[in-house]
């Protein structure tokens, strides 16, 4: 029962993550004011705006100008229950749920909108580091290494940021790479840019197979971080752990 409930906040969460995502791409507050077409700007009446449910049920378009839904909708909608079983499952339910859900809820809209717009805003990472920081001293981590996290996964987007002048990396992700070392310390950090690295490397040279992309093409970098903070702070340890007695 537990679990199914965990689901249905995931998949309202992931409602209201596109709504997030939509208003700060258009510079508007997502605090207030019903939910509208994007197409004919109607509003959006509550039995149409059930998660996942009134997407199957109006067959992917709006009821009034018959415009096609984005799959992104229902997608970050599922995405997001699923996510939230995940956690639930891996961590029980505690305190440290609450703030894996919390984590998760920030990397979900890193990934959604970055993967859209090609950016990391600062209004999403800069909040997401305070409330890592906080929640992981409650948790019991030892600041020291919240802090060298931190600092590492910021240096190492700093470094290719300004020796690139901006074309290796962005500078949002100078603040991904603080928020993942807060999230995880410091070496499961390096864990989740392994993780990163070595799926965006598959995932670009399949894009480049397939002249989905070229080597020049640009390839928003924060989903795969967003991603391999995720499984990382779950599986983190046991993956670093069955490293180290690879090579030892």
Avoid at 66 to 73: A, G, K, M, P, V
Avoid at 100 to 115: M, P
Wanted: net charge positive.
């Amino acid at each position: 029962m537990v679990g199914v409930l965990i689901f249905i906040l995931g998949i309202a969460l992931g409602s209201f993550f596109n709504v997030v995502v939509y208003r700060l791409a258009n510079d508007k507050s997502f605090l207030n004011g019903r939910s509208f077409c994007p197409d004919c700007r109607q509003q959006i009446a509550w039995y149409d705006n059930i998660p996942l449910l009134s997407f199957m049920i109006l067959r992917g378009r709006c009821r009034h100008c018959r415009q096609q839904i984005s799959w992104q909708y229902p997608a970050v909608e599922l995405a997001t229950g699923l996510i939230f079983i995940w956690l639930y499952y891996s961590s029980g339910l505690n305190i440290k749920l609450f703030a894996h859900l919390v984590f998760a809820s920030f990397l979900i809209l890193i990934f959604v909108y970055d993967l859209k717009y090609y950016q990391i805003l600062d209004r999403i990472s800069l909040p997401a580091i305070c409330l890592a920081l906080i929640f992981n001293l409650y948790l019991g981590f030892d600041f020291s290494n919240l802090l060298l996290g931190a600092l590492i996964g910021s240096g190492f987007f700093a470094v290719q940021f300004f020796g690139s002048k901006g074309k290796w990396v962005g500078d949002g992700d100078i603040r991904l790479g603080a928020l993942m070392g807060l999230i995880l310390g410091w070496q499961i950090l390096l864990v989740a840019l392994f993780i990163a690295y070595l799926v965006g490397a598959a995932v670009g040279l399949f894009l480049i197979v397939t002249d989905k992309k070229k080597m020049s093409s640009a390839l928003p970098f924060g989903p795969f971080l967003s991603g391999a903070t995720l499984v990382a702070m779950i599986y983190g340890k046991q993956l670093l752990s069955w490293y180290l007695n690879l090579i030892y």
